[in-house]
């Protein structure tokens, strides 16, 4: 397959001074007002003198990191840094002003996370499949959720269709644009990294009562798939930056050798299921691994507890009807249907009764609380890097009646190569070595970016 590839490189420096191109140095000190006044940070950080502060953030901008054991750390505290002094340049401010209102940013985004009971969200009901058979490796997400359209006067549910095969319509993507880290991996070829891993599902799982989200800053967020080059990989750097990538979240993970991985995460902890018998599953609102199924029941019962709800409130009907899909999709997986395409897809158009079904409709049968229909429904195929995609019609057509939308890449070693064998072309604002002071003047040294 002919395509053209448009390599797109990281550049910090650059990014920071994009980001605040329309803003000014009173901007900026409007904005950190405005932060110091919520209502998490005011009798804190906002009780402080802004001299005092400011000298607090910028320690904290040039206290080395641990690189002992997180070496790759290293390259992205530089990075940061050199966002931080680009963000200065773009609003005309000063390093210390553009790191407090970057700190105040981040800190913002999560206390929003973790206040008021972290925090109470709607439950929903996405599903996660992982299938290993003689179609490669197989990774699929059900995202479900309430209706974005409100439903239509006069309308009137119809029984789901049983399954008899899905169509297909199929489109090549000839043009590729890939972002370039200075190191590590490209992160997205297609439907995984360069190194043949990818993140198949991600259903959220909400760990109410969990411990407090580790204040990382400067590092914001571990990038997992610039770093891991498999499945294993990937498993010790979510041991090792567990507080950096915190989540609520049973993901799906695989690479191309076929193994795969669930993780189970929430703010500060982490727990593993892997591969067994070529399928994996995951569902929204539970987690499966002792440790996690354990520490999630805990904080539920606590949970209801302090707001004085009984075990037989919605909430912990949700809880079992998760639980109860799970098993379902336990089910499915190992029914004698091959672990391909044809597996896959009756596995996501799947219609048991409530609370079962992987594909939901909403139906007349369903509890008062769940209104959820399957928005879309996804597929990787990690062995072809090819995508399957099927959307929901707002009240016209469910996504099990809707033809799939097959975009093939090309193989993932033509892209690599194609994008490693571009001509590196001078890049100016990157990085000098990290071990210079934070205070030091910006980069003005050019290098080669492949």
């Not at 420096?13 to 140095?25: M, Q, T, Y």
């Not at 050199?82 to 981040?106: H, P, V």
Request: glycine share 6%.
């Amino acid at each position: 397959m002919a395509f053209t590839l448009k390599i797109v490189p990281i550049i910090p420096f650059e990014d920071g001074v994009a980001v605040a191109r329309d803003l000014d140095r009173q901007a900026v000190q409007d904005e950190i007002r405005a932060l110091l006044e919520g209502a998490y940070v005011r009798d804190t950080l906002g009780a402080m003198s802004r001299q005092a502060l400011s000298r607090q953030i910028m320690q904290r901008l040039q206290t080395p990191l641990d690189y002992s054991r997180f070496p790759e750390l290293e390259d992205l505290y530089g990075e940061r840094l050199d966002y931080l002094r680009g963000f200065a340049k773009g609003a005309e401010c000063s390093l210390s002003e553009s790191a407090l209102f970057d700190y105040l940013k981040y800190r913002e985004w999560i206390d929003n996370w973790y206040h008021p009971l972290n925090p109470t969200v709607e439950p929903g009901h996405c599903s996660g499949v992982l299938l290993v058979g003689p179609d490669g490796v197989l990774g699929a997400h059900n995202v479900e959720s309430s209706a974005n359209v409100p439903r239509p006067r006069g309308y009137r549910h119809r029984s789901p269709p049983p399954y008899r095969g899905l169509k297909s319509v199929v489109k090549n993507q000839t043009r590729i644009e890939v972002d370039r880290p200075r190191t590590g991996y490209i992160q997205h070829c297609g439907v995984m990294n360069e190194m043949g891993l990818a993140m198949c599902c991600g259903n959220s799982c909400s760990t109410w009562l969990d411990e407090p989200i580790e204040d990382t800053w400067p590092i914001l967020h571990f990038p997992l798939l610039r770093f891991a080059k498999n499945v294993a990989h990937l498993v010790d750097l979510y041991s090792r930056y567990t507080l950096y990538a915190w989540g609520r979240a049973s993901q799906i993970w695989a690479d191309t050798s076929g193994d795969g991985v669930v993780i189970e995460k929430s703010f500060r902890r982490v727990g593993f299921r892997r591969l067994k018998d070529h399928a994996l599953w995951c569902t929204e609102g539970h987690f499966e691994s002792p440790e996690m199924n354990a520490y999630l029941r805990s904080n539920r019962l606590e949970y209801l507890e302090r707001l004085g709800k009984p075990l037989g409130s919605e909430d912990m009907q949700y809880a079992a009807d998760a639980a109860v899909r799970f098993t379902r999709l336990a089910e499915l997986c190992h029914e004698n249907w091959g672990r391909g395409y044809d597996h896959m897809r009756r596995v996501l158009t799947d219609h048991a009764p409530f609370p079962r079904a992987t594909c939901r409709h909403a139906g007349p049968d369903t509890a008062a609380y769940d209104t959820s229909i399957t928005q879309q429904s996804r597929f990787r195929d990690l062995t072809h890097n090819r995508f399957v995609m099927r959307k929901w019609i707002p009240w016209q057509r469910f996504c099990c009646e809707v033809p799939e939308q097959v975009t093939q890449f090309p193989p993932l070693p033509d892209i690599v190569k194609a994008a490693r064998s571009r001509k590196a072309k001078p890049i100016t604002n990157v990085r000098r070595p990290y071990a210079q002071s934070a205070l030091a003047e910006p980069p003005t040294q050019r290098f080669p970016h492949v």
